[in-house]
């Protein structure tokens, strides 16, 4: 079993920033692709950023230049800062990630609980 654990969600204002933190714990033997997701009232969840274990990066086009996804491997941690947030970007906020186990059946592909992000007008 892989358990990720999010946490820096919170109230800020329009303009602000934010920093959000992804823990991996548990049967890893290594972690590939790590995801922030988004699901806002109402909406679908979807992707925001993704970093794979050689650091490419990719982003939704709403948080292009706003928001920067990076990962800790040896902390097996994945980090969204977010800057100059909008209203719209109130969401709760998921992290994701794939790999391998050291234990059978040997793959894993994980979600956090959320962490809810609200940006005031």
């Known amino acids: 079993q892989v358990r990720l654990v999010e946490s820096g969600g919170g109230l800020v204002q329009a303009g602000g920033s934010l920093r959000l933190s992804c823990a991996a714990s548990?049967?890893?033997?290594?972690?590939?692709?790590m995801r922030w997701y988004r699901q806002a009232p109402g909406k679908q969840r979807e992707l925001v950023a993704l970093?794979?274990?050689?650091?490419?990066?990719n982003y939704a086009d709403s948080v292009k230049g706003r928001f920067t996804i990076s990962r800790d491997n040896a902390k097996n941690t994945v980090y969204l800062q977010m800057n100059s947030l909008k209203p719209e970007d109130t969401a709760v906020y998921y992290c994701?990630?794939?790999?391998?186990?050291?234990?059978?059946?040997?793959?894993?592909?994980?979600w956090g609980q959320g962490t809810q992000v609200t940006v005031s007008s």
């Open positions: 994701n990630a794939d790999g391998v186990t050291t234990v059978v059946p040997g793959f894993y592909d994980s």
């Open positions: 548990g049967s890893i033997f290594n972690i590939n692709t």
């Open positions: 970093i794979t274990n050689g650091g490419s990066t």
